[in-house]
């Protein structure tokens, strides 16, 4: 979702997108967040999918769940300030080529020799408030305290993220200290987690271990924690 096209300066924009697989891998889904034209500031989020997704069709919603799952939450915060996407956006869908980046890190490039590319969709529904394209104006009302409260995630479904998050996650901007030696402002942070699990470009160590540090085991490590974007 976007609304580049209308803002081009202070665009708001929310993302899902798979970044290509290696053949025998898992295949890898990123979430991103923009607001009021802050690309300055990536918030991206990595996880492995636990299915292959190009056997049968699944469920991706924004904000965001995988088949009802939710797996990331990105809620208005003093924090984001005018980061929080708030202006109204379109739908979009686009096949284009990351070879730069997305595949291991631009490692693996785009193979035209399998074009044509087809991304199909099933039982598309949208959920949202119509804006008239010239003034912006909308004819919904204001959302009450209690349209707020129906976003809210229960024990249940935070619990089901958790999880998910724990297992399946291998990159978080927060835990990215190249990137952000101060994390920006509406991370939250464990400590303890972010040394022991994630490394400080914010890749997930493989397998879930802390990585020693010296000799051979360290470059294994290192390798394995490239391999995971």
């Known amino acids: 979702m976007s609304n580049g096209d209308v ?23 990123q979430t991103n967040v923009y607001g009021n034209g802050s690309t300055a500031v990536g918030r991206e989020e990595r996880y492995e999918l636990w299915f292959d997704p190009t ?26 300030r005018g980061c929080f996407p708030s202006k109204p956006m379109s739908l979009y869908s686009t096949i284009w080529d990351a070879s730069g980046w997305a595949t291991s890190g631009g490692r ?44 809210t995630m229960s024990p249940e479904q935070r619990a089901q993220m958790d999880g998910v998050r724990r297992k399946h996650m291998t990159y978080y901007y927060c835990y990215d200290r190249d990137r952000y030696p101060i994390p920006p402002a509406e991370c939250k ?10 490394g400080p470009d914010g890749v997930r160590y493989g397998g879930h271990r802390r990585r020693r540090r010296g000799g051979r085991r360290n470059r294994s490590s290192v390798a394995q924690a490239d391999a995971a974007l």
């Not at 708001?12 to 891998?25: Q, S, V, Y």
């Not at 056997?55 to 984001?80: G, K, V, W």
């Not at 074009?115 to 003034?135: K, R, T």
Request: one cysteine or more.
């Open 7 to 29: 803002f081009p300066k202070t665009h708001d924009e929310l993302d899902f997108e798979f970044l290509g697989n290696i053949r025998g891998r898992e295949w890898r889904v």
């Open 55 to 80: 056997e049968d069709f699944h469920r991706y919603s924004i904000l965001f769940y995988i088949d009802d799952i939710p797996i990331r939450e990105t809620a208005r915060s003093e924090a984001m």
């Open 108 to 151: 693996y490039k785009v193979n035209y020799r399998y074009a044509p590319y087809v991304a199909e969709f099933q039982d598309l529904v949208i959920h949202g408030c119509a804006v008239n394209p010239m003034d912006h104006s909308s004819a919904c009302e204001r959302p009450s305290a209690a349209t707020y409260g129906s976003s």
């Open 189 to 198: 942070t464990d400590q303890i987690e972010t040394r022991q699990y994630y």
